[in-house]
């Protein structure tokens, strides 16, 4: 799981955002909770790191993130 989060930072580290975004979507879809709470998390913080109009994004990730990792 730390992996998925350590690939998504450097892309990030990169600016290689729609690669980023790509691969955490691919987790997402994943049936396997903790991928998703990692990818969440990565997707997250990718749109943190952009900033500009991510807000209401940052906030559904979480919500999401909250309910799988409760689950």
């Given at each position: 799981?730390?992996?998925?989060?350590?690939?998504?930072?450097?892309?990030?580290?990169?600016?290689?955002?729609?690669?980023?975004?790509?691969?955490?979507?691919?987790?997402?879809?994943?049936?396997?909770?903790n991928l998703k709470y990692d990818?969440?998390?990565?997707?997250?913080?990718?749109?943190?790191?952009?900033?500009?109009?991510?807000?209401?994004?940052?906030?559904?990730?979480?919500?999401?993130?909250?309910?799988?990792?409760h689950r």
């Amino acid at each position: 799981m730390e992996s998925l989060y350590k690939e998504v930072e450097q892309l990030v580290l990169q600016n290689e955002f729609v690669e980023a975004k790509k691969l955490c979507q691919k987790y997402i879809g994943s049936l396997d909770e903790n991928l998703k709470y990692d990818a969440l998390r990565g997707l997250f913080s990718i749109y943190n790191y952009i900033g500009s109009g991510s807000v209401e994004i940052q906030r559904k990730c979480l919500e999401m993130s909250k309910k799988i990792r409760h689950r």
